[in-house]
Structures are given as structure tokens and as C-alpha cells.
């Protein structure tokens, strides 16, 4: 059945970073195809992703004090300003979108201050008087996948050309490359001919999810030496890890991206490796396939790459297996420092095919919400 639009107003939340505004993407379009306006409540660490969502009319920020590796201190003047707001839009409904570990509540108390009308969320806690619509999710779930049911408990449907996989908006930002010397060239200024760049993103939000800078400096020589363009981004805090990794044999995009400017670097490569962090979503988002260097600390089943081809890699049943720890709690890191760059070499050629020439479309491994 064809959702069917009305006049209602409605509000989605998702206060967490930008990979995580990024996996609530298909929810956001199945509100915006079934209502009037959808805006989207965001915290700083997600704006620039609420600025690629389709669907969102308006992006509106608030740093909760209960949501965040970093939480601000409880802010009076900031919490009375966000009430303001929601009573001035005067929202039929808010959807409230959380990861399985987090309440909505504290969002949902505010929403009923800002005279939201309905307010729907997914809890595990008695609401009382804060939810219209309690939605119990199932285990298992893919977080892309539980925030979409949350929508349809709220009474939307994604349209029937929609598939329901992560997106961004278009157009992106045109990206340059510099030329970058590859060891495998007999004329060291000269780039292989016809060769496809991968990325290579050796930070992550946490360090428990991410590699050690010797191990991805490792992996990007091996890349190198394939015959691929390598291309190392990060964010400005990053350009330390990533000039190291980098190198004499890389591109080295460390702090130089926006996160609409990583997207387009992003989309023109064959082939994407990174860690379970906010990238793995962006490249999802635009299509790139993904070997996911991802730490158990969180379940794969959830935070996997979600609606393209990716190929897992790291020793899934380790120590930290579902601790949540933000720094390995295990001498060694050894979830990633099992992996070797022979096993990233041959994940890549997996699913992208050798450095200089199409894939054969044979690795369509590990895809999850592929809908169409």
C-alpha cells in the first residue's frame, strides 16, 4: 500500500554521532514520505550527517546530558530553549530513535513539555504518561533495521521505489586526489595506469574499534604495493595517525574532508577499509563496498555495514566480545591484531576485483537490508 501523505508535522530524534544519524536515514525518508515535514533533532557530533539526510526539512541541535561517549553537564538555559523550540513548531509527533542500549525517556519528558502530541519510542522501561506508542523491538535486529520498524510503529512506509538502504543527498561535493607515488611503479611520479583508489580509515570513534596505527600503516603499504591508489582519511583530529599511515605511499586526507567531501572521496573508491565506526556508514551510504575491521566489543549483527557488500574481518568470539569497552580491555588488541594486510589484500580484490579493472560482481557477501 502507497503511504499516504498528510499535513502532519512531525519531529525525529537521534542524539548520538553521525554513523548513527546515518543508520536512522531509511526511518527518516518513511516519516517524510508519510508526513508533511520531517525535521530532525540532532547533537553536534551529528550535524554534518542530519545536513545529507533526505527527507529532512529542518535540522535542529541539542547536546543531551545523557547521551554521548562525552556528555555535556545538565544546561538549564539549554534544555528551557529546546522546549521553546519544540513549542513554537508545535510538532504533531516525535519519533524518538535510539540505539538497544539507551532510554528515550529523558527525550520523551522534553517532547511532552514542548506539547508534543504523540510521541512514539522504542523502551524497555514503564513510560507512564511519556509514550503514546511503547514499541518493543526484537532482538537481533540491525540498528538500520530497528530504527525503520520504530517508523512503521509510528505509522510510516517507506514509498515502493524507495529500498531502503542508507543515502545521502545529491549532489556531492566535487573531490580532487593528488597524485601520490605507488612503490610499484618503475617511474616513481607516475600513477599505475587505470588504477582505482581504496580508502583507508584507521581512526574510530572509540580506540577499542579501531586498529593500531602500526597495523594500518601495515595494511595501506600492502594496498600500496597491490597497485591501488591508497587514499587515508580521518578527521582533524586524526592528521597525526593518518600522516603516519600514510606515508610515502598514500594520500593523506587527514582533516582535509568535510563529511559531504569524504562521501564523494568515499563513493570514487573500489573499495573502503575501516573499522565499526561513523565512515563504514558513510560508505554504505553511498554505495562503496566494505572490509570492516570490527572489533566484537559491540555485536556485528548490528553495527555491520548495512545494505552493500562487505566482508567482516576480525576474530568475532574474542575477550571483549560484547563489553561495550571504549578502550581494549585485552593486552595486545588482539580482535585486529589478528588481522593481517594479506587477508585486507584479499578481502579488497573480493569484493572490488584487482586494482586495474571492474569487479566481476561476484562478492556480494555479508549484505544486509539489501530490500530491492
Known amino acids: 500500500m502507497t503511504a499516504r501523505r498528510t499535513r502532519t508535522r512531525a519531529l525525529a530524534v537521534r542524539l548520538d554521532s553521525d554513523g548513527d544519524v546515518l543508520l536512522a536515514g531509511p526511518a527518516v525518508r518513511a516519516l517524510a514520505s508519510t508526513y508533511g515535514q520531517v525535521d530532525l533533532l540532532v547533537s553536534g557530533s551529528g550535524l554534518q550527517a542530519a545536513a545529507l539526510l533526505p527527507g529532512v526539512?529542518?535540522?535542529?541541535?541539542?547536546?543531551?546530558?545523557?547521551?554521548?561517549?562525552?556528555?555535556?553537564?545538565?544546561?538549564?538555559?539549554?534544555?528551557?530553549?529546546?522546549?521553546a523550540a519544540l513549542v513554537a513548531r508545535r510538532y504533531d509527533l516525535a519519533v524518538i530513535f535510539t540505539s538497544y542500549h539507551q532510554s528515550p525517556l529523558p527525550m520523551a519528558l522534553l517532547a511532552r513539555l514542548g506539547g508534543v502530541r504523540r510521541v512514539v519510542a522504542t523502551s524497555e522501561d514503564y513510560p507512564g504518561s511519556l509514550l503514546d506508542v511503547r514499541h518493543q523491538r526484537p532482538p537481533g535486529l540491525h540498528e538500520a533495521e530497528a530504527a525503520l520498524q520504530l517508523a512503521r510503529a509510528a505509522g510510516a512506509q517507506l514509498p515502493p521505489d524507495d529500498d531502503g538502504r542508507l543515502a545521502v543527498r545529491r549532489p556531492l561535493p566535487a573531490v580532487q586526489l593528488p597524485a601520490v607515488r605507488l612503490p610499484s611503479v618503475p617511474l616513481p611520479s607516475v600513477p599505475?595506469?587505470?588504477?582505482?583508489?581504496?580508502?583507508?580509515?584507521?581512526?574510530?570513534?572509540?580506540?577499542?574499534?579501531?586498529?593500531?596505527?602500526?597495523?594500518?600503516r601495515a595494511l595501506a603499504e600492502r594496498l600500496a604495493h597491490d597497485g591501488w591508489q591508497v587514499v587515508v582519511t580521518g578527521s582533524a583530529a586524526e592528521r597525526e595517525l593518518?600522516?603516519?599511515?600514510?606515508?610515502?605511499?598514500?594520500?593523506?586526507?587527514?582533516?582535509?574532508?568535510?563529511?559531504?567531501?569524504?562521501?564523494?572521496?568515499?563513493?570514487?573508491?573500489?573499495?573502503?577499509?575501516?573499522?565499526?565506526?561513523?565512515?563504514?556508514?558513510?560508505?554504505?551510504?553511498?554505495?562503496?563496498?566494505?572490509?570492516?575491521?570490527?572489533?566484537?566489543?559491540?555485536?556485528?549483527?548490528?553495527?555491520?555495514?548495512?545494505?552493500?557488500?562487505?566482508?567482516?574481518?576480525?576474530?568475532?568470539?574474542?575477550?571483549c566480545r560484547g563489553t561495550r569497552a571504549r578502550t581494549c580491555p585485552v593486552a595486545g588488541h588482539p580482535c585486529l591484531a589478528s588481522v593481517t594486510p594479506d587477508e585486507v589484500s584479499d578481502a579488497v580484490v573480493r569484493l572490488a576485483g584487482p586494482p586495474h579493472r571492474a569487479p566481476t560482481g561476484a562478492a556480494r557477501i555479508g549484505i544486509e537490508g539489501a530490500h530491492a
Do not use: I, K, M
Open 57 to 83: 526539512d529542518e535540522v535542529l541541535r541539542f547536546d543531551a546530558p545523557w547521551s554521548g561517549f562525552e556528555p555535556p553537564r545538565v544546561d538549564r538555559e539549554a534544555v528551557v530553549d529546546l522546549v
Open 192 to 216: 599505475v595506469p587505470g588504477a582505482r583508489s581504496v580508502v583507508v580509515h584507521p581512526g574510530a570513534s572509540v580506540p577499542a574499534r579501531a586498529p593500531s596505527p602500526r597495523d594500518a
Open 242 to 319: 593518518t600522516a603516519f599511515v600514510a606515508g610515502d605511499h598514500a594520500v593523506d586526507l587527514g582533516g582535509r574532508t568535510s563529511l559531504a567531501e569524504l562521501a564523494a572521496v568515499l563513493e570514487a573508491a573500489a573499495c573502503v577499509v575501516v573499522g565499526n565506526t561513523g565512515p563504514a556508514h558513510l560508505a554504505a551510504a553511498v554505495g562503496t563496498p566494505v572490509v570492516s575491521l570490527f572489533a566484537p566489543v559491540v555485536p556485528a549483527s548490528r553495527w555491520a555495514p548495512y545494505g552493500v557488500p562487505y566482508l567482516l574481518l576480525g576474530d568475532q568470539s574474542a575477550a
